[in-house]
């Protein structure tokens, strides 16, 4: 049990808009910042997005986050077949004093 | 450019112990917390354990916590992470990363730990 809570799966047609969803409480997502994190099969996790909305170089604009009070939200709009992976979202918890992610969201691109 | 390289994985039998390390390389290791997160077979990611660029801050997950020891020694660029008690809840890919709210995140390609008799 992910400590973040993240549906487990998401899809949506090439071009299309998507949305992932994070949800924490106030101990992490609701007083600190949330980071996505991009995972394709037998590779390692790669940051997609930094402090809630920012974007690391290199990473295309289609990929934006926001946060709102303990939730945070991935949007991908533009849906293409190379963003088939698994995101997840992470935040640092004051009460654990260590990073916490979420169970990860598998999106498929129909 | 900027590498993580993790190694001392490998099969062991329940209560036994490994030693992992991981060999940083290209960016500023000395200045850096740098974190071990696990991923289990076709589970999601777990933070581990942090250790802050001078070794004077130490967290751990509470699945780890007494079990486990993480170190470092900045002048080899090196990250430690002692694993005793081993349990098979402890199987997984073992990542050296820096995670952080910053664009500066890396990540190694992981070394597995089987904990199975």
């Known amino acids: 049990q992910s400590v973040l809570t993240q549906p487990p799966s998401a899809s949506g047609t090439p071009g299309q808009r998507v949305t992932i969803s994070c949800s924490g409480s106030?101990?992490?997502?609701?007083?600190?910042?949330v980071n996505w994190y991009q995972q394709f099969p037998g590779t390692a996790p790669k940051l997609l997005i930094y402090?809630?909305?920012q974007r690391p170089s290199g990473v295309p604009d289609r990929f934006s986050g926001s946060k709102s009070g303990t939730s945070a939200s991935l949007a991908i709009s533009g849906l293409q077949s190379e963003d088939e992976a698994d995101y997840y979202c992470a935040a640092w918890d004051d009460s654990l004093n260590g990073w916490v992610f979420g169970g990860g969201t598998k999106l498929t691109v129909l | 450019e900027v590498q993580l390289v993790e190694s001392g994985g490998g099969l062991v039998k329940p209560g036994g112990s490994l030693n992992l390390s991981c060999a940083a390389s290209?960016?500023?290791?000395?200045?850096?917390?740098i974190n071990w997160v696990r991923q289990a077979p076709g589970k999601g990611l777990e933070w581990v354990s942090s250790i802050s660029s001078t070794g004077k801050d130490i967290f751990y997950a509470d699945s780890v916590k007494g079990r486990f020891t993480i170190s470092r020694d900045n002048a080899k660029n090196s990250l430690f992470l002692q694993m005793n008690s081993l349990r098979a809840e402890d199987t997984a890919l073992y990542y050296c990363?820096?995670?952080?709210?910053?664009?500066?995140?890396?990540w190694g390609q992981g070394t597995l730990v089987i904990v199975s008799s």
């Open positions: 106030s101990s992490n997502t609701g007083s600190n910042s």
């Open positions: 290209g960016f500023t290791f000395s200045g850096y917390t």
């Open positions: 402090t809630n909305n």
């Open positions: 990363a820096r995670v952080a709210y910053s664009s500066s995140s890396y």
